[in-house]
């Protein structure tokens, strides 16, 4: 299996955990409960898929196949983004006291990298 074959997968799996993520988080702000440490360590996984595949993108390009991509800065500037989007929320939301407004928060931020995700597969097409 290719790494090419393992970044698409990835990117793949990428989208479809921040979705669960993001409807998780609207399951307890429906049920009024506060973020549990199981979320906040599916958000970490969710954290080391980002590197993991940004990381594989990084290799790829160093092989020269970064050549092939249309835009191949956008593309990696939504990795970057990727990457560094779940650090800075929980840095900036883990203050914040009310629950509630934390959870939905959360889910915006996990749908807003499921988006991203997809747009950097969309520059990598086009």
């Known amino acids: 299996m290719s790494l090419s074959i393992i970044h698409i997968g990835l990117a793949q799996s990428a989208t479809l955990f921040m ?6 988080a ?6 009024s409960r506060p ?3 199981s979320w906040y360590g599916g958000l970490a996984v969710g ?3 980002m590197v993991v595949q ?5 290799i790829l ?3 020269g196949l970064g050549d092939n991509l249309p835009r191949a800065f956008v593309h990696i ?3 970057a983004v990727a990457v560094i ?12 006291e009310d629950e509630n407004v934390k959870s939905i928060l959360f889910a915006i931020v996990c749908f807003f990298l499921m988006e991203v995700v997809i747009r950097a597969r969309v520059v990598a097409i086009v």
Do not use: C, H, N
């Open 19 to 24: 979705i669960a993520l993001g409807v998780w």
């Open 26 to 31: 609207i399951v307890f702000r429906l049920r």
């Open 35 to 37: 973020l549990d440490g």
């Open 47 to 49: 954290e080391i898929l």
């Open 54 to 58: 940004f990381a594989i993108g990084w």
């Open 61 to 63: 390009y160093g092989q």
């Open 77 to 79: 500037l939504y990795g």
């Open 85 to 96: 989007t779940l650090p800075a929320a929980y840095a900036y939301l883990s203050k914040m």
